[in-house]
């Protein structure tokens, strides 16, 4: 720890405390004494804030949001540069009552059969996003999205009945919008599909009802995969994931149609399958995303703009594949350089 007096030259140090960011944690980012900060910016003019005066520059949403979300006040405190003890009467001052031990893991309200049978395509669809996207950690799942994304959180929360809150996070200097929830049921139920801690190494797709199939792979592509656009008029759709997975989707791809059926490659530390001819990408689209309920907004825009480009002609109600309508030739399956 810094023992000289803080200089003039210290950056932010007053611009932090006006800001709201208290002594103590300025303190520990310096890693100078909480006395030392005080006593800088006395010497410097600037009024030094009571307890009381501090919480008033905190985000109440924030507190009572990760506190009803199942968060602790320990946590909380560490988070945002307070005690445990502060954040407990920061929240009585707001009649929250706090959590005993016991009844704080079912304080708040889910369906906690929600995937104890996959017979829907809600439940295939969550699934699989939450086996692409999802974060099991003991007794809770984690799921986060980029804020643009921000509503399929939402979807999430009304899909399971939960109450549980949803937050706005700051991840490595990107906004995030997330949903802890905590049941032993619901997650006992997920370890048993396959949504296990570490899964982007180990995850293996459950074996589901073949009528739900698309709709998990729809939720693994929307966490996972995605359909996109190049500037120069070239379409990719693709999914990364555990070797497991991907050779399970090559064979799934293979059965609708997609020939050849896709090579599963390394991708840094997991696989990758990626599509590039304009007939293939048509299949396995048509497939995951025709006439859906349920996906990210994002992904459903990208594949209804893929639907209409000019070269893209496949019958999917009739089943006439693009071979069957345009023949041979072997520029109907290459991309176009240009739309």
């Known amino acids: 720890m810094r023992l000289y007096p803080l200089k003039l030259t210290d950056p932010d140090i007053i611009a932090s405390y006006l800001g709201g960011e208290s002594a103590s944690r300025i303190a520990k980012r310096l890693c100078v004494s909480t006395d030392t900060v005080l006593l800088f910016l006395r010497r410097n003019f600037v009024h030094t804030r009571s307890l009381s005066e501090s919480h008033l520059t905190l985000d109440t949403r924030d507190i009572v949001q990760s506190y009803m979300g199942g968060g602790s006040a320990e946590k909380i405190g560490r988070r945002i540069g307070i005690s445990k003890q502060s954040v407990l009467g920061y929240l009585r001052a707001r009649h929250i009552k706090r959590r005993s031990s016991v009844d704080g893991r079912t304080l708040l309200r889910c369906d906690r059969m929600f995937f104890c049978t996959i017979d829907s395509e809600d439940k295939a669809y969550w699934l699989g996003f939450l086996m692409a996207d999802g974060a099991v950690n003991g007794n809770q799942v984690c799921l986060s999205v980029a804020s643009i994304d921000g509503e399929h959180i939402h979807k999430f929360r009304r899909a399971i009945g939960s109450e549980h809150a949803i ?173």
């Open 167 to 339: 937050v706005r996070v700051n991840c490595n200097g990107k906004e995030q919008v997330r949903i802890t929830v905590t049941s032993k049921a619901l997650i006992a139920d997920l370890r048993l599909l396959g949504v296990t801690e570490r899964k982007s190494f180990t995850a293996t797709p459950p074996s589901i009802d073949a009528c739900l199939e698309r709709h998990f792979w729809r939720g693994m592509v929307d966490g996972d995969g995605y359909i996109t656009k190049f500037a120069d008029g070239r379409w990719r759709l693709g999914l990364v994931g555990s070797r497991a997975t991907l050779e399970r989707f090559a064979h799934v791809l293979g059965n609708i149609g997609v020939v050849p059926i896709p090579t599963v490659r390394k991708h840094a530390s997991i696989f990758r399958i990626d599509l590039g001819a304009i007939a293939n990408i048509a299949k396995a689209s048509h497939w995951i995303y025709g006439d859906a309920s349920t996906y990210l907004d994002r992904k459903m825009k990208m594949y209804m703009q893929f639907c209409a480009e000019p070269f893209v002609a496949y019958n999917w109600a009739s089943g006439e594949t693009m071979r069957e309508i345009y023949g041979e030739e072997e520029e109907v399956y290459a991309l176009p350089h240009s739309v």
